[in-house]
């Protein structure tokens, strides 16, 4: 049942990306990435900031959760980084794939979540309120630094990343409990519905469709890091520090999300590779069809 489940949630997003394939050769290569301009300057942030700021964050669950997913993204970046040696010379296109190994399908976390009932959708919400700020300033440090823009040009391009700045403004829009005005939050929800949407499009126009079905050393090492390592850590963690059931399983769910759709989007905002991180989104997303099943089953056996 519950692969069934999350195979039926990750089918709308299987067939966006089919469709961005078949409409690849509609557009041409600057409209394309003119979407993608769109995507990371408007429509994702206007996502993050409103799946942070609508759902109300305690302080507590915040101090307990935090560290928790903060070390499992630096366990992600830490082990994406062995695959530096089979990847792209250049350290930006390297930058913009390696992300992809410790980000994760936000959307996909509450379809996730919906099919267990061990798990906790207010406690999913913390955790990604905690760990979309600091995923963005580790994808965006590392592009930063792939484009030679030296220390003050690397925090000055962190600090003003529409990313960051809007899932931070989200987190702390949710700990202070306040409430956006109706014609304020709107045409931001407006925003937010076309983001995931477009994202998948243009993965679906800009992947390498034929190394979408193989896997070589470099995407191999970032599958695994993202599909394997991660929840395994989070499994670990969990035991090690005797969580609660509802905690501990909402971790391993959320170590075990295929990577953000808006990964490529980001890397495109750079100037990195597009082509190399959409299909690392695609390779992960389906090979997460097969994996966050057997991962939320193992999680719910365990805890």
Request: with cysteine.
């Given at each position: 049942m519950t692969f069934l489940a999350i195979l039926i949630g990750l089918l709308p997003s299987f067939l966006l990306v089919g469709l961005g394939g078949l409409l690849r050769k509609r557009l041409s290569a600057n409209a394309w990435q003119g979407l993608d301009k769109l995507n990371f300057e408007i429509l994702?942030?206007?996502l993050l900031f409103v799946a942070a700021s609508q759902r109300p964050l305690e302080v507590a669950q915040v101090v307990g959760i935090a560290p928790l997913v903060w070390a499992?993204?630096?366990?992600?970046?830490?082990?994406?980084?062995?695959a530096?040696?089979?990847?792209?010379?250049?350290?930006?296109?390297?930058?913009?794939a390696w992300q992809t190994a410790?980000?994760?399908?936000?959307?996909?976390?509450?379809?996730?979540?919906?099919?267990?009932?061990?798990?906790?959708?207010?406690?999913?919400a913390v955790a990604i309120g905690m760990a979309v700020p600091m995923a963005n300033v580790f994808a965006v440090s590392a592009l930063s630094r792939g484009g030679s823009l030296g220390l003050w040009g690397t925090v000055k391009k962190v600090a003003l990343n529409p990313f960051l700045?809007?899932?931070?403004?989200g987190v702390l829009v949710g700990l202070a409990g306040w409430t956006i005005p109706s014609p304020v939050l709107a045409p931001l929800e407006m925003l937010a519905a076309a983001a995931i949407p477009i994202a998948l499009i243009s993965v679906g126009a800009t992947m390498n469709w034929g190394a979408l079905a193989r896997l070589d050393a470099f995407s191999g090492i970032i599958c695994a890091t993202k599909l394997l390592v991660m929840p395994v850590a989070a499994l670990v963690l969990a035991?090690?520090?005797?969580?609660?059931?509802?905690?501990?399983?909402?971790?391993?769910?959320w170590a075990a999300l295929p990577t953000a759709s808006a990964a490529h989007v980001l890397a495109s905002g750079f100037g990195a590779d597009r082509e190399l991180s959409a299909t690392l989104v695609a390779q992960t997303t389906l090979l997460g069809a097969v994996?966050?099943?057997?991962?939320?089953?193992?999680?719910?056996?365990?805890f």
């Amino acid at each position: 049942m519950t692969f069934l489940a999350i195979l039926i949630g990750l089918l709308p997003s299987f067939l966006l990306v089919g469709l961005g394939g078949l409409l690849r050769k509609r557009l041409s290569a600057n409209a394309w990435q003119g979407l993608d301009k769109l995507n990371f300057e408007i429509l994702f942030p206007a996502l993050l900031f409103v799946a942070a700021s609508q759902r109300p964050l305690e302080v507590a669950q915040v101090v307990g959760i935090a560290p928790l997913v903060w070390a499992l993204l630096a366990v992600g970046l830490v082990v994406g980084y062995g695959a530096r040696r089979f990847g792209p010379e250049r350290f930006l296109d390297f930058a913009g794939a390696w992300q992809t190994a410790w980000r994760f399908n936000t959307a996909l976390a509450f379809i996730a979540i919906a099919t267990t009932e061990k798990a906790d959708a207010a406690v999913m919400a913390v955790a990604i309120g905690m760990a979309v700020p600091m995923a963005n300033v580790f994808a965006v440090s590392a592009l930063s630094r792939g484009g030679s823009l030296g220390l003050w040009g690397t925090v000055k391009k962190v600090a003003l990343n529409p990313f960051l700045i809007a899932s931070l403004g989200g987190v702390l829009v949710g700990l202070a409990g306040w409430t956006i005005p109706s014609p304020v939050l709107a045409p931001l929800e407006m925003l937010a519905a076309a983001a995931i949407p477009i994202a998948l499009i243009s993965v679906g126009a800009t992947m390498n469709w034929g190394a979408l079905a193989r896997l070589d050393a470099f995407s191999g090492i970032i599958c695994a890091t993202k599909l394997l390592v991660m929840p395994v850590a989070a499994l670990v963690l969990a035991l090690l520090l005797g969580l609660e059931s509802g905690v501990a399983v909402v971790l391993v769910i959320w170590a075990a999300l295929p990577t953000a759709s808006a990964a490529h989007v980001l890397a495109s905002g750079f100037g990195a590779d597009r082509e190399l991180s959409a299909t690392l989104v695609a390779q992960t997303t389906l090979l997460g069809a097969v994996s966050l099943p057997v991962w939320i089953t193992l999680a719910e056996v365990v805890f």
